[in-house]
């Protein structure tokens, strides 16, 4: 079935400095990407997504580019704020099963000052 | 904001017991999604429904069902409560069921069972 992977965590980096969390999928078809956070305490926003092969979704400083070759979708960001500190979320959506998500495990990242 | 809303925030309950929550979608939306988030399973699809009728089942347990009425609000019932139900259960909603369409997530609804 379809499944998502993403880099485990916690990452902890220093404030200004760039971040990648990497996701790759495994899917049928076609799916659309997406990338949530879900700061502590709260629900999942969307960051980003692309929902075809070389799309590039972005927000907030935050970019990620549909990789249809490596099935990846790496999330990227040239310099951290503390207040990016959250989990990140991975997820496709299958384009013929009605939307439902299927997410990755979550990464972890804490920005320190 | 996402606009989606969750009743309760927080639920405690002992096994055995049977629960409901509830949510309303954005304004418009007509399609709900429930999730669980738990520290071992991660975040899992559990059940859909589109305009009153249900679309997708994930892995949704028998003790487990939902509904959406027409107003377009959604309820999730669970019963036969066991300790291993505790999560966080999100609901979303979006409004087509085409997979490139952004689902807006509810705030969740802590279940505790003691």
């Known amino acids: 079935g379809d499944s998502v992977t993403q880099m485990e965590g916690p990452v902890t980096l220093s404030e200004e400095a760039c971040l990648t969390i990497n996701c790759t999928y495994t899917a049928t078809g076609y799916p659309s990407l997406f990338w949530y956070v879900q700061y502590p305490g709260e629900g999942l926003q969307l960051l980003l997504k692309a929902t075809k092969a070389d799309d590039k979704g972005s927000n907030k400083g935050f970019e990620a580019t549909y990789r249809k070759e490596t099935t990846s979708f790496h999330l990227e960001k040239g310099s951290v704020q503390v207040s990016d500190s959250a989990v990140y979320f991975c997820a496709l959506s299958a384009n013929n099963q009605g939307g439902k998500l299927i997410f990755g495990q979550g990464t972890e990242l804490s920005v320190k000052p | 904001d996402s606009g989606v809303t969750q009743t309760p925030k927080h639920l405690i309950t002992a096994t055995g017991q049977r629960v409901t929550l509830r949510c309303s979608p954005r304004?418009?939306?007509?399609?709900v999604y429930w999730y669980q988030q738990s520290l071992d399973q991660g975040l899992q699809f559990l059940i859909q429904y589109y305009n009153g009728e249900e679309r997708a089942k994930g892995n949704i347990l028998e003790r487990f069902s939902a509904q959406q009425f027409p107003d377009l609000h959604s309820e999730l019932n669970l019963s036969s409560l066991e300790l291993g139900d505790s999560a966080l259960y999100f609901c979303?909603?979006?409004?087509?069921?085409?997979?490139?369409?952004?689902?807006?997530f509810g705030p969740g609804t802590r279940l505790t069972v003691l």
């Open positions: 979303a909603s979006s409004a087509q069921l085409a997979g490139g369409h952004t689902q807006y």
């Open positions: 304004s418009g939306d007509l399609s």
